[in-house]
């Protein structure tokens, strides 16, 4: 496969002389291992607890495994084993020195647990998506947190985004797994099928118990389909015929498992209108859109999902420039009883940004009409954001701009 650069190469160097242990988390096949390759050096060894045979090592002798694997070294979807987190902790505290543990994880929430109770101080914790719009044009180091993007952009000379209404949705149908990426959406039915048999069949099924292989198929994509929109357990587990307690121990693998991220609603204590269901939203809009049924881009973007998923793609790519330059995005959403909605609101020092995303080319103030809501939260307002199909920035007044879908990561 072709080596693309990301932008999470150079936090993790940086990141890398700072602390002994480096734990990246994400979906499968979004990267990890090829990263943390790419950025080894000769005298990095490198592991894989797929592997069973050493898997099983690691569970029955880890001190032996650490000494066969002797750090520096990469250990591969450490979640299989999580009893190695005390032998490594042993071996930092000895030895304190830092860029010794390069890990990998599948299961975010699952390795929790162990990295608080054995490697807390000794850990930094990166979270992994997809390729961004700028990683996929190798443009991997002009990425920065959104909000620094804006603060950045240039009205005059700008470089026009080439994403417009076909191009944009041809990204989102292909998603932004790296094969999906370097092979242009080819094989894209395939890839998914077997990511999804692969990923049902190792890790829900050995890894969560989970027997009723077909009814969890069918409650992912019935997720898929609400991407975007508030999270209703009482309609999801009818659909799929199942208890609320499980949709939400299934919905809880998932977001471990990094498919799916939940999206709280924003409020004070004395807002007492605003609705707290938080919205759901699929972390790849190619797996999402293959779950949804949708079979060509021209489908999907005059379907049923065509909004939702443009607002999950912008999710998606607001998330990526946060999470790959090693931050976590302080994101939420505002809908209060009024049926008044803001797509996204990022909180940063002391101030709100409201954010709407828009399927539009023409852009005007109407789409930022309820950005004046919030002014009853009595907290500074930023500089409010319409993110759409327009190719170039274009203020649309002092405290508003709208800014091309194809330049926020």
């Known amino acids: 496969m072709i080596m693309i650069n990301r932008t999470l190469a150079s936090t993790i160097n940086e ?44 569970k029955t002798s880890p001190a032996l495994f650490i000494q066969r694997y002797e750090p520096p070294v990469i250990i591969d979807e450490i979640q299989y084993v999580p009893e190695l987190f005390t032998f490594i902790k042993i071996n930092v505290d000895k030895n304190r020195k830092n860029g010794q543990f390069w890990l990998t994880g599948s299961q975010k929430f699952s390795l929790m647990k162990g990295v608080q109770e054995s490697l ?22 002009e990425v920065k947190p959104f909000l620094e993007t804006l603060k950045t952009i240039k009205l005059d000379g700008y470089d026009k985004s080439e994403l417009d209404l076909k191009q ?7 998603g932004s797994f790296p094969q999906m990426t370097v092979n242009k959406g080819k094989g894209r039915d ?29 409650f992912v994509r019935a997720i898929a389909v609400r991407t975007g929109n508030l999270l209703n357990y009482s309609d999801l587990s009818r659909d799929i015929e199942i208890d609320i307690r499980t ?3 299934w919905l809880d693998i998932l977001e471990r498992s990094g498919l799916v991220r939940l999206l709280y609603p924003y409020y004070q204590n004395f807002t007492k209108r605003i609705i707290k269901t938080p919205k759901v939203y699929f972390m790849d809009t190619g797996l999402c859109a293959y779950l949804a049924g949708m ?58 940004f409201p954010i709407e995303v828009k399927k539009t080319a023409t852009p005007t103030l109407k789409d930022a009409k309820n950005f004046a809501i919030l002014q009853k939260l009595k907290k500074p307002i930023g500089k409010g954001v319409i993110v759409c199909l327009k190719n170039s920035p274009l203020p649309l007044s002092e405290k508003i701009m709208a800014v091309p879908i194809g330049i926020i990561a």
């Not at 999804?196 to 190792?202: A, G, H, K, N, P």
């Not at 969560?208 to 198929?217: A, E, M, T, V």
């Not at 999710?315 to 009024?338: A, T, V, W």
């Open 15 to 58: 990141i890398s002389e700072l602390f002994p242990v480096i734990l990246l988390t994400g979906m499968r096949q979004v990267g990890k291992s090829t990263l943390f390759e790419m950025l080894k050096t000769d005298d990095r060894k490198y592991v894989s607890l797929d592997n069973f045979d050493d898997r099983e090592l690691a």
């Open 168 to 174: 944009v949705y041809k990204t989102i149908f292909n």
């Open 247 to 249: 949709a939400k121990v």
């Open 295 to 352: 079979d060509s881009p021209e489908t999907l973007e005059a379907g049923y999902l065509t909004g939702s998923i443009l607002e999950t793609y912008a999710f998606i790519q607001i998330c990526m420039s946060y999470l790959h330059n090693g931050k976590e995005p302080n994101i939420y959403f505002y809908r209060d009883g009024d049926q008044k909605e803001i797509d996204f609101l990022i909180e940063q020092d002391g101030m709100i």
């Open 190 to 218: 395939i890839f998914f099928k077997s990511y999804l048999q692969t990923y049902i069949e190792r890790d829900v099924r050995d890894y969560n118990g989970i027997n009723n292989n077909l009814k969890f198929y069918n």
């Open 120 to 141: 807390a101080g000794r850990v930094a914790i990166l979270e992994m998506l997809g390729f961004s719009e700028s990683e996929a044009n190798e443009k991997a180091n």
